[in-house]
């Protein structure tokens, strides 16, 4: 059973580059949940940020000839203009660098975990990729270079904390496997039960501050500032005043249904790394973990040399708003890779938008104006499986919640095909008046419901139908989606 409150995050994003169409669609995800949640009248907290310490950034900066700060201001100005020309409705947005809202959480967590001894400070040999911020082991590499960089890690000697996750290892397999912290899809929730199984015992919580100057201090060591994960996953918490508000900390934590929304490619932290590190600081886990694929592009992987990258804002500003959540949602499978390709982007948009939900409107509405003087009457529901939609939308099985949508436009479609208003009403008897106004009921509540169940995900476009349909005198409609 859903709790009444229900908290929804995206992982925060990091700054040191401009927004992709991933990040487009992990927001578009989370955003639908997040309005599914409030349709039903559940309390929710919907959550995103920026992720904004680290060396990589100092790098790129330096580079541009500005201060971190500048260049994290800069991007995040970015990632929240993403979020409005998506339509996304976050409730709230927080950055790592905020000194006043996150950072006193991070320290809070930092000395609960340290009170249990789980944080030790020792010496440390190992293989470094600046590329990827990280320590790599030896499997790591191909032919001794990181795989993702081409280059051969650094060797590096350094004192730093290291935070025992192993010894929280046999707890968070259980409440994996029992489903208390339910990682999906399945696959995920193998890979993960797997690095568990194998021993991941140990991870390093902080470098020298000469080596990482952008971060928060670590508590009470001045030559020691935090390495990411303390200071990235706390952001979860931080939002929520874990700090000082205990009030909204309880509601939308401790009582709450509690969804992660994260990439493939982040599983680990998310499902080794945060949940110890919540055990340690004597918390609850969250309650499921959604991690959803990547995104090719014209059935490549994109990549600056290939020229492929898909740029959000452009697509967003020659289809609109819902034409690209459209795409994302329905294209991509919620849980696996997808790709994203013009050709089939506007075959979509032809097919499902214009011809099927777009002509179904504007039938509908011109038919009532004409035949009906713009008036319906609402009287009853509408015969289809919605409860089976909000299932699907209720587990983030998106692509095939829109499915069954589409197969009910197309039916009503078809419907309109067979009854002919337009040729009972070339007899304008009593009985066939008396068909065509029954048969323009229906439509209008299918339309209804439709809109109903679509809100979620075409929040802009469920708003134009309910409009119309529920105007006090019908009128002809403009066309939803204009012909490309
Ligand atoms: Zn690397």
């Known amino acids: 059973m859903d709790k009444e409150n229900i908290y929804i995050t995206t992982a925060i994003d990091y700054v040191n580059g401009k927004p992709h169409i991933g990040h487009a669609l992990e927001k578009v995800q989370a955003d639908v949940l997040a309005r599914f ?6 309390k929710v907290l919907f959550l995103t940020g920026t992720d904004e310490h680290g ?7 330096a580079k541009a000839g500005i201060i971190p700060q500048e260049l994290a201001d800069k991007n995040t100005d970015l990632f929240k203009k993403l979020l409005k020309d998506l339509n996304i409705s976050n409730d709230d947005f927080i950055r790592t660098s905020d000194q006043t809202r996150h950072w006193p959480a991070v320290k809070k967590m930092w000395e609960l975990i340290f009170k249990q001894g789980d944080l030790v400070k020792k010496d440390y040999q190992g293989l470094y990729c600046v590329g990827c911020e990280a320590f790599l082991t030896e499997k790591d590499l191909v032919d001794g270079k990181c795989q993702h960089h081409d280059k051969e890690p650094e060797k590096i000697v350094e004192r730093n904390y290291f935070f025992n996750l192993g010894k929280y290892s046999s707890r968070i397999i259980d409440k994996i496997e029992k489903n208390e912290f339910n990682i999906v899809p399945e696959s995920r929730k193998n890979e993960i039960l797997n690095i568990l199984k194998q021993g ?8 020298p501050k000469e080596k990482l100057s952008w971060g928060v201090p670590v508590p009470n060591d001045d030559n020691q500032v935090m390495y990411v994960w303390c200071d990235a996953l706390t952001n979860y918490i931080s939002a929520l005043g874990f700090a000082e508000n205990q009030e909204k900390f309880e509601m939308f934590w401790n009582n709450a249904n509690v969804t992660h929304i994260i990439g493939k490619d982040i599983l680990r ?3 080794a790394i945060w949940p110890a590190m919540l055990l340690s600081a004597g918390l609850k886990l969250p309650d499921k973990l959604f991690t959803h694929g990547f995104i090719t592009s014209e059935g490549k992987k994109m990549s600056k040399s290939l020229g492929n990258i898909v740029d959000p804002f452009e697509v967003l500003d020659k289809y609109g708003v819902d034409p690209v959540r459209y795409y994302l949602l329905r294209e991509i499978p919620s849980t696996s890779d997808g790709d994203i390709a013009m050709g089939r982007f506007e075959k979509l948009y032809s097919s499902d ?3 099927g939900l777009g002509n179904l409107v504007s039938r509908v509405t011109n038919m009532v104006a004409n035949y009906l003087d713009g008036q319906v009457e609402f009287n009853g529901q509408s015969e289809f499986n919605w409860e089976r939609i909000d299932e699907y939308t209720r587990e983030l099985k998106y692509d095939k919640a829109l499915h069954e949508i589409w197969i009910i436009i197309d039916q009503a479609n078809k419907m309109i095909d067979d009854v002919k208003p337009w040729k009972l009403a070339k007899l304008d008897t009593a009985k066939n008046r008396l068909m065509i106004k029954e048969h323009l009921n229906t439509q209008a509540i299918i339309l209804r419901d439709i809109a109903m169940v679509l809100q979620p995900y075409l929040p802009d476009t469920a708003g134009k139908i309910l409009n119309l349909i529920q105007a006090p005198k019908i009128t002809k409609a403009k066309p939803l989606f204009p012909r490309l």
Do not use: D, P
């Not at 991941?200 to 470098?207: L, T």
């Open 37 to 42: 949640y409030r349709q039903q009248g559940k």
């Open 353 to 355: 938008l214009a011809n």
């Open 55 to 61: 060396s990589k950034i100092v790098a790129t900066a």
């Open 269 to 271: 932290f998310h499902a």
């Open 200 to 207: 991941y015992k140990e991870v390093s919580f902080s470098r």
